[in-house]
């Protein structure tokens, strides 16, 4: 089992940028496909990025494309989400969840793919 918790998360100003961390227990944190998900109140958890195992495959939802970026560091257990051109709509609760996979570059875009949550971190844009 492994156990996530998210970071850097915070209040900026439409147009910059954010830096968010999830940093994940365990010794096998390079068998887990990692993803990123936020959550507005009164609206459904949706996708933001996904990655491969490696690292070498990934994914970004519509409304973050060519702005956000997600990557990871398996000797670091961590996986980070670029957040560029913030904007008030990206306002949201952001949310790190893992899965383990023995299958490289496979990764997961829905939410009832993953089996490990973290507790999130808030960001908040306002313009």
């Known amino acids: 089992q492994v156990q996530l918790v998210e970071s850097g998360g915070g209040s900026v100003q439409a147009g910059g940028s954010l830096r968010l961390s999830c940093a994940a227990s365990?010794?096998?944190?390079?068998?887990?496909?990692m993803g990123w998900f936020r959550q507005a109140p009164g609206k459904e958890r949706e996708f933001v990025a996904a990655?491969?195992?490696?690292?070498?495959?990934?994914a970004h939802g519509d409304s973050v494309k060519g702005r956000f970026v997600i990557s990871r560091d398996n000797t670091k257990n961590t996986v980070y989400l670029q957040m560029n051109s913030l904007k008030p709509e990206d306002t949201a609760a952001y949310y790190c969840?893992?899965?383990?996979?023995?299958?490289?570059?496979?990764?997961?875009?829905?939410?009832?793919?993953?089996?490990?949550w973290g507790q999130g971190t808030q960001v908040t844009v306002s313009s």
């Open positions: 969840a893992a899965r383990s996979t023995t299958l490289n570059p496979i990764l997961f875009q829905r939410r009832n793919e993953y089996y490990y």
């Open positions: 365990g010794p096998t944190f390079s068998s887990y496909a």
């Open positions: 990655i491969s195992r490696s690292g070498s495959n990934t």
